[in-house]
């Protein structure tokens, strides 16, 4: 029996030769050609191999055109691609938009016979979507669409108003599924939705939500939880919002853990309390998870509406409920406690939280009621703290240094600075600046000097603040040997003074009498290259009048305004002040004209010296204080 051939062929008589022993016949076989597969609905499914080689082409690096390439493959092999298999090819190219775009616009422009369908289209639409593209790229391709009179169908319509238009308003999608004679169904109404919320427009969200609640189409959970959110947080909807959840639950749409903490933050922020507490209850009773978000929200709630023993009670069951707190927590707990008038309660907190409790919990508690003025419950958390653990929390210590500095709690200041190595804290120059800043304003000199030594024996250089801190504060108490011994000392080393250390120094100089000393150190100034300030020449010529060297004060001030320092209200009446107390009224008048002309506001200081001097020259013109928020109302020399 003959074996028959898995292969049927065809073929055509080519040529015919007579021969002796009869015709011979040349034969051309081919092949019958494969069926192409289809799939259900009749169409051709895209050739798997011929899309592999064309996105290998395409993302061939060495190739400086790939599309020429391609366009070479496909010609020589007599080859052209359907809109399926280039769909596919746009996907393959997906992690480069920019050449899946380019391979997108050159198929109906370089393969003959081709041309994008609904389906293509929807694809380079959907990889602009996704890669966040110019949303001018969006609104090409919708042209290109309407110019070759391609009509998208639903999900192009979908797709635009899931990119928030994609650059084109929800408006023209509504158009162009008009035009393409599309019905819009639940899924497109949802993707509206979402797009009025996103732009806040939460009005226009709602209207949709209704139109959508006439048809009878339905939102999915988070749908339900971004218009929730919308209205909650749009502050005046809050009915919308207990109807739209109402409506949730009658379209068995299960509400999970986010839709009740959106809601009992919202009733919170309204004072329904009732409402709130319900809402929690039910959360529970559903059996969803109590997470953080939710907790917070809840304490959150008790607070605005002051119920301290329940937030209290919450979070212990917080606690009971193995969730830790977060800084979010203790903020508004602490809020809640300063409030109410409570704080007194912040050690139950405490003992609550014991088992989450650590350093960096107790720093955040320091700095926090720091800030706020709680000095006492600030330094009550920070006592806990060192007796928990060997080793201390830079940040917490630091607050606390800054609270005792601040209370005038100098040596409890210096004794934690002492203490700090101890835990573990290094101490650092800003340290210590912080502490002779403190003793410099309470004059506590005899401190000042051997916590300087301390910190040198400590290996901690001092810094120019250092130096102008503690040169200024000897400059207070009338100590100029040791300003000046300490200003030489800044000289020497690589610490170098700035025009506020010849301030502190002409100050304590000139007021302490050795005015020449603080002239010669005022032309020494600025032969280094210092341009003195306002403050300095305010120093000089306050001490020049106080000792009967009037002109000499007049002078500097003119020198002052020579050289370009502009005089402030303080060196006016400084100023003011000699010439009335040496009887040099008029000139006293012309410079408390020329005050007012560059715009400068007198103070309660100029007024005195003005009453002065009008009780001098025995006028009874009447002064008129302007009014805090105004200019002059009338001259008072007038």
Known sequence: MPRRLGTTYSGRIAAATPSPSGPSITVTVSPTPPPTPLDPRGYPLPRRHLICAAAGILRFPASPTPLVDLADYLR????????????????????????????????????????????????????????????????????????????????????????????????????????????????????????????????????????????????????????????????????????VFEDMKQKYCEPDAYTYTILIRMSGRAGKTSKFLSFFDEMVSKGCALNLIAYNTLIEALGKNKMVDKVIFVLSKMIEGDCQPNQFTYSITLDILATEGQLHRLNEVLNICDR???????????????????????????????????????????????????????????????????????????????????????????????????????????????????ISSYGRVGLVGKASGLFEEMNASSCKPDVITYNSLINCLGKNGDLDEAHMLFKEMQEK?????????????????????????????????AEGCIPNVVTYNILLDCLERHGKTAEAHKHYETMKQQGLTPDSI???ILERLESRSQRTVRIRKPARATSWVVSPLR
């Open 356 to 470: 989450y409790m650590n350093k960096s919990i107790y720093s955040y508690l320091v700095k926090s009621l720091s800030k706020s003025g709680h000095v006492s419950e600030a330094h009550n958390v920070f006592c806990q703290m060192w007796n928990s653990y060997e080793t201390g929390d830079m940040d917490a210590f630091v607050s606390m240094l800054e609270v005792l500095c601040n209370s005038g709690k100098t040596l409890e200041a210096i004794d934690l600075l002492h203490m700090m190595p101890a835990k573990g804290v290094a101490t650092d120059i800003s340290m210590y600046n912080m502490v002779f800043s403190a003793l410099g304003k309470l004059k506590q000199v005899s401190f000042i000097t051997s916590l300087f030594d301390k910190m040198k024996a400590n290996g901690i250089a001092p810094d120019l603040f250092t130096y102008n801190i503690v």
């Open 606 to 608: 100029t007024y005195s």
């Open 529 to 561: 290259g210092y341009d003195p300030d306002v403050f300095t020449y305010s120093i000089l010529i306050e001490c020049f009048g106080k000792s009967n060297k009037v002109d000499m004060a007049c002078s500097l001030f003119a020198d002052m305004i």
């Open 76 to 243: 020589d092999r007599r080859l052209t691609l359907t809109t399926s298999e280039a769909s596919e090819i746009v996907k393959a190219l997906s992690p480069d938009p920019a050449l899946a775009l380019a391979f997108f616009r050159f198929a109906p422009a370089s393969l003959p016979g081709f041309r994008h369908n609904a389906f293509s289209y929807n694809r380079i639409l959907a990889l602009l979507f996704r890669t966040r593209a110019d949303p001018s790229e969006a609104l090409r391709i919708v042209s290109e669409m309407e110019r070759d009179g391609v009509a998208g169908n639903i999900s192009t319509v979908n797709l635009l108003v899931g990119m928030g238009g994609g650059g084109v308003e929800v408006t023209k999608c509504l158009e162009l599924a008009m035009k393409w004679g599309l019905r819009l169904n639940g899924y497109t109404y949802k993707c509206i939705l979402q797009a009025h919320l996103r732009s806040r427009e939460v009005s226009k969200g709602f209207e949709v939500y209704e139109e959508m609640r006439r048809k009878g189409y339905r939102l999915d959970i988070f749908a339900y939880n971004m218009l929730l959110d919308a209205l909650a947080k749009s502050g005046m909807q809050v009915d919308q919002a207990y109807q």
